[in-house]
Structures are given as C-alpha cells and as structure tokens.
Nanobody, 121 residues
Framework: QVQLVESGGGLVQPGGSLRLSCAASGSIFSINVMEWYRQAPGKERELVAH???????TYANSVKDRFTISRDNAKNTVYLQMNSLKPEDTAVYYC???????????????WGQGTLVTVSS
C-alpha cells in the first residue's frame, strides 16, 4: 500500500556532501515521524536522524552539526543533507516513516530499500 523510494547515495570523497531523498507514495492519509537509519558492514542498524510531523528534529551525536534532516509534506518526502562526510559515515542508509493508511485508519511503519553511501578517497 505504501512504497518508499530512496535516491541520492553514491561515492564521495572525505569532506564532501551528499543529499539523500526518500519519497513515499500510495494510499497515505498522513505521515507522522520520518527517520533515517544507517547500517555499516558488520554493525547494527542505528538511528541517524528523526523529524516529527511538526518539524522537530533529533540527531545521533556522531552526525550532529554535519547532517540535516528535512521534509516536504506536500511531496511526502524526507531528505538528509550530509556535509563534511567521513569514512566512518560509509553505510547503507534507510529511511523509515510512520504513516496512517486505510479505512478504518491504521498506523504502519514502512522502510525504504536502502541506498549505499561510500566515503573514500
């Protein structure tokens, strides 16, 4: 019922920037939280950034002051602007949204397919 399409990953040199996008489509009544997670090789998936439906944001300490999460409610899209990238930021990045769908309405958590970010010289 709800699909997420991520884009924007790739290879970037240390100190560079990338912008990830995650667009939701389907029978969506409303979107609550929107989040970005990442999973590095051999490590557990971790929460990177979180934004509520009214724009309140939180960040992992490791990305604070370098990454910015934002959302466009008209486009059902969440973004992650990543600046000053470091090799340790290399991971598969996943978006996750909390969305209300259907009649009667029900709450779902939906994951994107992931996009690879590689930071290397």
């Amino acid at each position: 019922q709800v699909q997420l399409v991520e884009s924007g990953g790739g290879l970037v040199q240390p100190g560079g920037s990338l912008r990830l996008s995650c667009a939701a489509s389907g029978s969506i009544f409303s979107i609550n939280v929107m989040e970005w997670y990442r999973q590095a090789p051999g490590k557990e998936r971790e929460l990177v950034a979180h934004i509520t439906n009214i724009g309140v944001t939180t960040y992992a300490n490791s990305v604070k002051d370098r990454f910015t999460i934002s959302r466009d409610n008209a486009k059902n899209t969440v973004y992650l602007q990543m600046n000053s990238l470091k090799p340790e930021d290399t991971a598969v990045y996943y978006c996750k949204i909390g969305v209300v769908v259907g009649t009667p309405p029900r709450y779902l958590e939906v994951w994107g397919q992931g996009t690879l970010v590689t930071v290397s010289s």
